[in-house]
């Protein structure tokens, strides 16, 4: 910007010294005579008609060497910005950290050997709002979600910041202060498979109509659609993939399940406790099999159908 700002000033001088010249010839061109000087007037040392001439010749020389002096100004000018302008670019595509994503409390940043490597969130924003607070799974109420992500961040990090071993699960249960939630009766739990079932349907099938899924879930959806017998096991491989889809690493973690547990918490008491049984092993992810096995759904069914949904949707890719 800086050189073309200059660029214009230059040529906005050139015009402006031009014009000025023109000027002073037009009115010495006005002033002389074609007529032959007179004897009294060479006696007086007036500029003869020859010197006139001369003169006008080494002026229009002069002018020649002028513009093309500024014409090279204007060209290294001009050569300046380009390469500027090619340097921020090889900048931009320089940068390591644009092809890295870091998970949640981590920010990319550039070590001494030029290397993108993701570290823990140095400061977070101080919130104010107890509406931006977040309730743990420690019970906890936390300023904000960054918090608590920068606490898990340190802790497997072995910082000396980390407030405990436990820290290394910690994770957000819901938005705002915690407050007490009621248990979740057996008669409850034993119902909620089928509930959550229903509701993965709903959720795949309205964003089907909005046209928010992929071809080849849209393809899974119109399937269950058509079929009873997929609807169920449809909408759980859908949504199962679709939280795996960031890391894509054949399992699902606590802190992924997020996007599910956080938003009913207020509505569905009975999720959390839903999803820690989801994990059977209590390893802190949910495999393909497990969260079939929870909605009780046939788990050798599920992964089949995962690989057979894969395979197509390279087909979409």
Known sequence: MKGLLALA?????????????MRRRHRRI???????????????????????IEHGMSESLDEKRYHEAEIARVNDLLNEVSNEENEDEEIN?????????????????????????????????????????????????????????????LCLDNSDQCRGPQYHHVQIEYYGTCREMPDCTESE?????????????????????????TPHYLKMEREAESNLTRRWANAAIWKWCDLDAQT????????ELFPI???????????????????????????????????????????ERCDDFNENAEHYL
């Open 30 to 52: 006005r002033t002389t005579t074609t007529e032959r000087p007179t004897s009294e007037q060479l006696g007086r040392g007036d500029i003869s008609e020859a010197e006139h």
């Open 248 to 255: 894509n690493d054949r399992f699902v973690s606590r802190h």
């Open 93 to 153: 595509m320089e940068d390591p950290c644009l092809k890295v994503h870091c998970s949640a409390g981590r920010v990319c940043e550039i070590n001494e050997h030029g290397d993108a490597m993701c570290n823990c969130i140095k400061d977070c924003p101080y919130e104010t709002d107890s509406r931006r607070m977040v309730c743990t799974n420690f019970n906890e109420t936390w300023q904000s979600d960054c918090e608590v992500y920068r606490q898990r961040c």
């Open 9 to 21: 000033l230059v040529i906005a001088v050139i015009c402006t010294a031009d014009a000025s010249r």
């Open 189 to 213: 739990m034993s119902d909620f498979p089928r509930r959550m079932r229903d509701w993965l349907f709903n959720i795949m099938r309205d964003m089907a109509e909005r046209r928010e899924l």
């Open 261 to 303: 547990r956080a938003p009913l918490m207020a509505l569905e008491h009975c999720i959390a406790p839903f999803l820690d049984r989801c994990d059977a092993d209590d390893d802190h992810r949910v495999t393909l099999a497990e969260w079939g096995k929870c909605l009780e759904l046939d788990e050798l069914e599920m992964e």
